[in-house]
């Protein structure tokens, strides 16, 4: 038997992955340019390195002898990938096939029999390790650079591609890690170079001709590697879509976001006695959504272990993050308010404070909600708080730092190379190391407070230990606490991946995807991806639905004065319609232009009504300037229900998504929603018009600047 077909029985890898991994290593062998990489495209926490371990096994079954595996640049991972591809790998090792080490504590020298084998080398992506690489080859084993190579850049996007101005000069320079692997590849005549990442912006979206990169295009045609392969997803993967989907009250997804004020999370960045007292730890409002992300916590962890136990599974232990903040000294004062907090909740079990009840309860009734969507067993609230108290009592919440004063080395599992979970619960404060290549077992709680003024698609996205495989059970009780701002820039970023990631699968990539940003003058202007500020974007899909979430309305007096304008503009043929009628551009634009000032959207909320006419006007200009519109009235939206930014639960009937969605509309729809409003229902005034946007289902991906990059 071949490597790779003793890998994948040991392993057990199902058919779409073997198929994955064949394409891949028929690809790199056949590349017509080899000085283009080749591409694996996973998701976050998807199997990346599964897949590449295959690769390289059924790469040593055809004819190449060599593999180079660059990892992130820590220490940590780059041992962990060496633990990793020592266990897949063991038997050939074992069998004296496959010979495999680190670059910085490579053998002193290899003998003749070991110079026969296949030989694995890992290297973290930093300067002294890659001089150790190319010296292994130029000075150590010349006559090794013949043989053929396969170099896999593991988080391709991390460090290989970097653009910076010289100091002083026009000239652009691409790093030294960069020009490492560059010259790797130039002195290794038999090298085939793998890509692999979750994020790949920086790598696709660079300009097709440097020399004219400035140079304004509609259509911005990415530089591609060679090929890009897609590492199939699983069945039980979760990511961005069940995060940031859109979806309705009676589906457990529906809870999962919690919001954390912006006061509370700078409350946590430094030690600051006035923000949080310690003899205010029940009371103070700059803890409040924290001290119940604990107590959610631990419920959630009560309820999963009863049902498993039910069920007559073996309970499992969780774990919950808190990535707040980079700073080590604001790891350290979050550590010790979470201490605070943990030893409050050990004396009021003791003592049986009516107050930690109080919060217990609260929990309940947020938890029972998506448990019972999920249509779980919940147990009572006297058999949960029972759990609860035990947990606390003895001793069960654990809690650690995760950072760069930490040695992360006996924080691991040995053998998954996994956070070990020493308890039943588990909360891992840290910063950036929490980051690429750590996974986190049974994570069921993350309360995240990173808030950069620009933030990255590509970083934040690798931020999501929350991604992986997850058991739906445990979606069911999972909670993600972080501020709206943050919410809605991620959701942003979710957006744009999906858009990008569905043109890479469906081919439409070919035909590139629009980058337009909003001019005063011309409504709009494309724009290249250089330009463009990712946190600042509104990404739309086909048939995507743009609108204005969790947002008030303005007072009762204005509300009902610029509401009859708007009444006035709105046709009536367009009311309560089973089809779109058509209007001109311009009267779709006075009738967003009438409904703007009805309504108060929250700072930092996202929408941007410039995006929503400037688009209007892009895809109207490609449909002769018309616009589709329909509207409703007699809509009775609870307030509390209306941050779904999908607009899925908001449209409401099975008919009028349908319509919606229906192929062969050409033009832009604007679908008008008359609400009841009320104080009754949560709303300042009523009734007013609540607008959407829906782009056409035959349209290119469309990401729209709203503001432009330095």
């Not at 990489?37 to 079954?61: E, H, N, Y």
């Not at 600042?536 to 969790?550: C, F, H, K, Q, Y």
């Not at 309305?553 to 009536?572: E, F, G, I, S, Y």
Request: glycine share 6%; net charge neutral; with cysteine.
């Amino acid at each position: 038997m071949g490597f790779y077909s003793r890998l994948r029985d040991s392993r057990r890898d199902d058919d779409a992955l073997q198929h994955c991994i064949q394409s891949v290593v028929d690809q790199l062998q056949s590349a017509v340019d080899p000085n283009k990489p080749g591409m694996l495209l996973g998701k976050i926490q998807s199997g990346k390195t599964r897949a590449f371990l295959g690769v390289i096994a059924r790469a040593f079954d055809t004819d190449f002898d060599i593999a180079i595996v660059l990892t992130k640049g820590t220490k940590t991972l780059a041992n962990q990938t060496v633990k990793r591809i020592g266990r897949d790998f063991k038997e050939f090792i074992d069998d004296d096939l496959i010979v495999l080490f680190d670059i910085m504590s490579a053998p002193e020298a290899l003998t003749k029999s070991e110079l026969r084998r296949k030989i694995i080398i890992v290297a973290k992506k930093q300067v002294h390790n890659l001089s150790r690489i190319q010296a292994f080859f130029d000075e150590k084993y010349p006559e090794l650079k013949q043989k053929r190579v396969l170099l896999v850049d593991d988080e391709a996007d991390m460090a290989s591609i970097r653009f910076a101005r010289k100091k002083g000069e026009d000239d652009i320079d691409q790093g030294a890690i960069a020009n490492q692997m560059d010259l790797l590849r130039k002195s290794l005549p038999g090298i085939a170079f793998l890509q692999v990442t979750a994020t790949p912006y920086a790598l696709y979206l660079q300009p097709e001709d440097y020399e004219n990169a400035t140079q304004v295009k509609e259509i911005f045609y990415p530089k591609r590697p060679a090929f890009t392969e897609l590492l199939p997803i699983h069945d039980a993967y979760v990511g961005g879509e069940t995060y940031f989907g859109g979806w309705d009250a009676d589906d457990p997804r529906y809870y999962l976001y919690e919001e954390v004020g912006d006061r509370e999370l700078d409350a946590l960045r430094s030690n600051d006695g006035r923000a949080i007292r310690e003899d205010r730890i029940w009371t103070s409002e700059n803890i409040k959504v924290l001290k119940r992300s604990l107590m959610n916590f631990l419920l959630s962890v009560a309820v999963r272990r009863r049902q498993q136990t039910a069920l007559e599974q073996r309970p499992k232990k969780y774990a919950m993050i808190m990535h707040n903040d980079t700073q080590r000294a604001a790891h350290t004062w979050q550590w010790e308010t979470v201490q605070r907090i943990i030893s409050a909740f050990e004396k009021a079990a003791t003592d049986d404070d009516p107050r930690l009840r109080g919060l217990f309860d609260e929990s309940y009734r947020d938890l029972e909600r998506s448990v019972q969507a999920n249509a779980s067993h919940m147990p009572t609230a006297e058999e949960a708080f029972t759990d609860v108290r035990e947990l606390i009592s003895d001793g069960e919440l654990n809690v650690q730092r995760v950072n760069s004063d930490v040695q992360l080395e006996p924080l691991l599992d040995q053998e998954t190379a996994e956070l070990r979970l020493r308890t039943k619960a588990n909360l891992f404060i840290g910063g950036s190391i929490l980051d690429r290549g750590i996974t986190v077992p049974n994570l069921i709680a993350f309360y995240y407070g990173r808030s950069p003024k620009r933030m990255q698609a590509d970083t934040v996205l690798q931020h999501s230990r929350m991604y992986g495989a997850r058991e739906r059970d445990d979606i069911a009780v999972t909670r993600f606490y972080t501020s709206r701002g943050v919410y809605t820039r991620l959701t942003q970023i979710h957006a744009l991946e999906t858009a990008l990631r569905e043109a890479f699968e469906s081919g439409a990539h070919d035909g590139g995807v629009v980058f337009i940003q909003s001019d005063a003058r011309q409504g709009f202007i494309p724009c290249a991806p250089s330009k463009v500020t990712l946190s600042d974007v509104v990404a739309i899909r086909p048939s995507d639905v743009l609108l204005p979430t969790g947002f008030d309305t303005v007072a009762t007096t204005k509300l009902a004065r610029q509401t009859a304008k708007v009444d006035a503009l709105v046709p009536q043929e367009a009311i309560g319609a089973s089809a779109f009628i058509d209007i001109g551009i311009e009267d779709g634009l006075a009738l967003i232009d009438a409904i703007e000032p009805t309504i108060e959207l929250r700072e930092n909320d996202g929408f941007e009504w410039e995006a929503m006419k400037g688009l209007l006007r892009y895809y109207a200009e490609k449909s002769d300037g018309k616009v589709a519109l329909l509207a409703q009235v007699g809509r009775r939206l609870d307030k509390g229900r209306s941050g779904d930014r999908s607009g899925l639960s908001i449209l409401g009937t099975a008919e009028l998504r349908n319509l919606v969605r229906q192929p062969g509309r050409q033009a832009p729809a604007i679908i008008l929603l008359k609400q009841e409003g009320g104080p009754a229902l949560g709303w300042k005034a009523g009734p007013f018009w609540w607008p959407m946007l829906v782009s056409p289902p035959g349209a290119t991906s469309c990401v729209f600047a709203t503001k432009i990059a330095a």
